[in-house]
């Protein structure tokens, strides 16, 4: 049987780790081709190989999303490998520790280049390809911190406090998003955000604990329980499949109804 993502080309930035690890492993799983980019290269062919003895086809390419010459000479080299480009995940991304009104100059910028700039980078440099496939789909992983409001609440809400730059470069990636939709369309080229709440990742629960956000989905989230990376990547699923052809310039929360209680 076909899968949902049959012969469907994909790049998925950040896919050594964490969420887009998940999503490369769920789109292999449907058909597609997929290339990962992330800067650790261990981590990177660590999984690479895993998918590979799983059947999957991915191939990891070393790429510091932030530079333009390395992004432009990546996306070439995976449209070179596989043939076409119909799905660009933009899923790279992190934040500071930073609080603000602490928050250098320095944190502003890595954090604002690798969550937004990076962006921005990737779309320029997949437009062709993406335009010449027909029917191509964008999905870009924000975060539930880009709405989050002003307020002590805001503190309580998270362990993992968001900083002034994340929020920042998440909300800006929001209305890049809708702005990219718009120029899409005439190309039938989707453009999408998922927006993740808490999601339990292998790393955070290492480096943090199992119940890191014990407190967070008791208080803030309408299901009690942890997300996790495989939460995220079946709605990226959704949103890079043809099942989803009508949807475009949308913002979908995956983060158990928190963003209900905001
Ligand atoms: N986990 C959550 O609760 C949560 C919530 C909301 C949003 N998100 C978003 O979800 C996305 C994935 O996060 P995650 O939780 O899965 O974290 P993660 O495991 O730390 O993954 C981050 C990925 O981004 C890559 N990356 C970072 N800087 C890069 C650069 N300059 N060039 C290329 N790749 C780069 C990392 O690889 P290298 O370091 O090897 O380059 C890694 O693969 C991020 O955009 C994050 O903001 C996560």
């Known amino acids: 049987m076909a899968g949902r993502l049959q012969d469907k080309v994909a790049i998925i930035t950040g896919g050594n780790s964490g969420i887009g690890e998940a999503t490369a492993r769920r789109f292999t799983q449907e058909g597609a081709k997929v290339t990962i980019l992330a800067r650790r290269e261990e981590e990177g062919y660590a999984v690479?190989?895993?998918?590979?003895?799983?059947?999957?086809?991915?191939?990891?390419?070393?790429?510091?999303v932030t530079d333009r010459a390395a992004v432009e000479a990546a996306v070439a080299q995976a449209v070179a490998t596989y043939g076409a480009?119909?799905?660009?995940?933009?899923?790279?991304?992190?934040?500071?520790?930073?609080?603000?009104?602490?928050?250098?100059?320095?944190?502003?910028?890595?954090?604002?280049?690798?969550?937004?700039?990076?962006?921005?980078?990737?779309?320029?440099?997949?437009?062709?390809?993406?335009?010449?496939?027909?029917?191509?789909s964008i999905v870009n992983v924000s975060?539930?911190?880009?709405?989050y409001g002003v307020s002590e609440a805001?503190?309580?809400?998270?362990?993992?406090?968001?900083?002034?730059?994340?929020?920042?470069?998440?909300?800006?990636?929001?209305?890049f998003t809708r702005y990219i939709a718009s120029i899409g369309g005439p190309h039938k080229i989707r453009v999408n955000c998922v927006r993740p709440g808490q999601i339990l990742t292998r790393r955070l629960a290492t480096a943090a604990g199992e119940h890191v956000f014990a407190r967070h989905f008791e208080m803030w989230q309408l299901l009690k329980g942890p997300g996790y990376a495989e939460d995220v990547a079946n709605a990226m699923l959704f949103l890079a499949s043809d099942e989803s052809r009508f949807i475009t310039a949308e913002m979908v929360n995956i983060d158990g109804g928190a963003a209900a209680k905001l």
């Open 85 to 136: 480009l119909h799905v660009l995940i933009n899923n790279a991304g992190g934040g500071s520790r930073e609080m603000f009104p602490a928050e250098t100059d320095e944190t502003w910028e890595r954090v604002l280049k690798v969550n937004l700039t990076a962006c921005f980078l990737t779309c320029r440099a997949a437009w062709p390809h993406l335009v010449k496939a027909g029917s191509a």
């Open 48 to 64: 690479q190989k895993a998918i590979r003895a799983e059947g999957g086809e991915i191939t990891f390419l070393p790429c510091d």
């Open 154 to 175: 805001v503190f309580e809400r998270s362990p993992l406090l968001p900083s002034a730059s994340y929020i920042a470069a998440k909300a800006g990636l929001e209305g």
């Open 143 to 147: 975060s539930l911190a880009s709405v």
